[in-house]
């Protein structure tokens, strides 16, 4: 909903202080917190409700905004407008703001001051001053710290569990949007989770962990692979489950999407460049695409994934028992890729240099990494799937053995181990995903793939409708 509002008697942020009577501020919103409930004190039994956002109105002044009350009034308040909203702030309190709170709670500004809201006196309207929105929205990709302050992927990699539990600012592109996923504490309480993929010229993968409704939501809005992230105050910490660093998004975070500065226009177009060679693709299943195999249950002929591609554009994970009718083992150049180890991106040939205009090493001496990353046909009594893609990692466990390992058998040794598996019936995970670029319209990616037990195979053409 839109109210027609005048903001020029508004008053900058820079300009409040306690004794203004009747203020109105404008700003565009870059960051808000969910709504929660807490005990109230003075009445035993029932709950107040608060939430939180931060305005800015320039480039170098932003403000903390908060409001307490009943469930119904900050419900509705929260849900009138959203992150990147501009709004309208008419008769806020304005108060100095406690710094160990802020600090420990709350986005670090640079005012003295915050504004409470409250149920009685306070407004707030979405600004519907076209000439006020068009000189507030570019704000939104102005980040609120130095923006070269920042750790790469890599950096955060490196230093492991020196950096766990800080909170640091980082700069990365968006790789892929997990699924929300919700749960139910002990207490009774829901929550929901969402995992991102960040990447950038240093790290191929690094998870980004959402848990309020409200960062989740921006997140639905980003595109993949053409977004890049400056996070202010992510909290990073050493998951010891999976072995590795992490981040998580909290109530002191702003995300500025986009940034407009040289460092996130270079970052931009190494993703765009990396996503368009096809390299960035390629290395979401170098590690068998992280997801639990149990989790996989449909199993289908080659037909039914052919109709189903036919029936839907969405991706989908599958299993199919069949043989492996094309397996090039015994030519080295379809079956190892050269990539270059600053950016990963493929070299063709016996080039001396990386081709990426946007790699950190031009000019420097060429560096390689090597893996696995060839392409074989499957097929079943109702038809073939072509050009199924098998690397990384996934492949050296299919293969039981590592690329080094494998270029250096014989020819002999070669064939041999292409014949372990030609004509084989297989058990094969699968996942296939739309890709507009590829002929088919459809990229089928190898997640597993191991010699079938005969009972199961019997057991899946029974089942067969």
Known sequence: MTFNT???????????????????????????????????????????????????????????????????????????????????IENPLITSKDSEKEERYCPSTPSFFRLMLTETYSVVRLCADVEEENRLLPLLHIPVKDPRDFYTLGDITANGQDLHGSVINILAAVKSIGEQKFFTTSDGRKGQRMEIKLFDDTVTSFPLVCWDREAIQLMHSLTPKETVLFITDARVKFDRFRNNMSA?????????????????????????????????????????????????????????????????????????????????????????????????????????????????GQGQELE????????????????????????GT????????????????????????????????????????PAPKVKSGWKTTIISCTLADSVEVQQSLETEP
Request: charged letters at 20%.
């Open 248 to 360: 998580t998004v909290n109530t002191k975070t702003i995300i500025t999407i986009n940034p407009d500065t040289p460092e996130a226009n270079q970052l931009y177009n190494f993703a765009k460049e990396l996503a368009e060679s096809g390299a960035l693709d390629e290395t979401d299943t170098q590690s068998g695409d992280n997801i639990p195999l149990d989790s996989i249950t449909d199993v289908l002929t080659v037909r039914q994934m052919r109709s189903k591609t036919q029936d839907s554009f969405d991706a989908f994970y599958a299993i199919t028992y069949a043989f492996i009718s094309a397996f090039p083992l015994d030519t080295p150049s379809k079956v190892v890729r050269h990539r270059c180890s600053r950016c990963r991106f493929p070299l063709a040939g016996d080039v001396m240099e990386c081709t990426s205009f946007t790699c950190a």
């Open 6 to 88: 005048s903001v020029r008697k508004c008053i900058p942020i820079s300009g409040l202080h306690p004794n203004a009577i009747q203020a109105m501020v404008v700003g565009v919103v870059i960051a808000k917190t969910d709504a929660r409930g807490f005990p109230d004190r003075k009445n035993f039994g029932s709950e107040r409700f608060t939430f939180g956002f931060t305005i800015k109105d320039s480039p170098d002044h932003f403000i903390n905004v908060s409001s307490w009350g009943s469930e119904e009034y900050i419900n509705g308040l929260s849900g009138s407008f959203r992150t990147g909203d501009c709004i309208v």
């Open 368 to 391: 390689t990494v090597s893996g696995f990353d060839l392409l074989m046909n499957i097929s079943d009594h109702t038809g073939t799937l072509p050009s199924c893609w098998l690397s």
């Open 394 to 433: 996934v492949a050296e466990k299919t293969l039981g053995c590592t690329t080094e390992e494998y270029m250096n058998l014989s020819e002999v040794a070669k064939t041999a181990l292409k014949w372990r598996f030609l004509l084989e019936r297989c058990k094969i995970y699968l996942k296939v995903i």
